[in-house]
């Protein structure tokens, strides 16, 4: 069983930074792509950033040039570091993890999602 944990969520006024930070643990092989996504009451949930293993990263227009996703391969975490944030950017942002899992045909990639961590930003 895989389990994926984020943090860091809170209030922020327009223009400040926050920095969420996701682990996943428990009987893992190794993780492929990691990613964040958002989503704002009343729509769909989006893509913010993904970040492969080689750590090459693709970001939402929204966020570009704002957001910067990385990662720690040795500890299976993923961190998003938000800066200039945007009252457009309140949501509950979810982790999500794409897993080779032990036990498993190494074939075999599992998605697995976090309960999400909530960013709100005052104007």
């Known amino acids: 069983q895989v389990q994926v944990m984020e943090s860091g969520g809170g209030l922020v006024q327009a223009g400040g930074s926050l920095r969420l930070s996701c682990t996943a643990s428990g009987s893992i092989f190794s993780i492929n792509d990691m990613a964040w996504y958002r989503q704002a009451p009343g729509k769909q949930r989006e893509l913010v950033a993904r970040?492969?293993?080689?750590?090459?990263?693709n970001y939402a227009d929204s966020v570009k040039g704002r957001f910067t996703i990385s990662r720690d391969n040795a500890k299976n975490t993923v961190y998003l570091q938000m800066n200039s944030l945007k009252p457009e950017d309140t949501g509950v942002y979810y982790c999500?993890?794409?897993?080779?899992?032990?036990?498993?045909?190494?074939?075999?990639?599992?998605?697995?999602w976090g309960q999400g961590t909530q960013v709100t930003v005052s104007s």
């Open positions: 970040i492969t293993r080689g750590r090459s990263a």
């Open positions: 999500y993890a794409a897993a080779i899992v032990n036990g498993r045909p190494l074939g075999n990639e599992y998605q697995y």
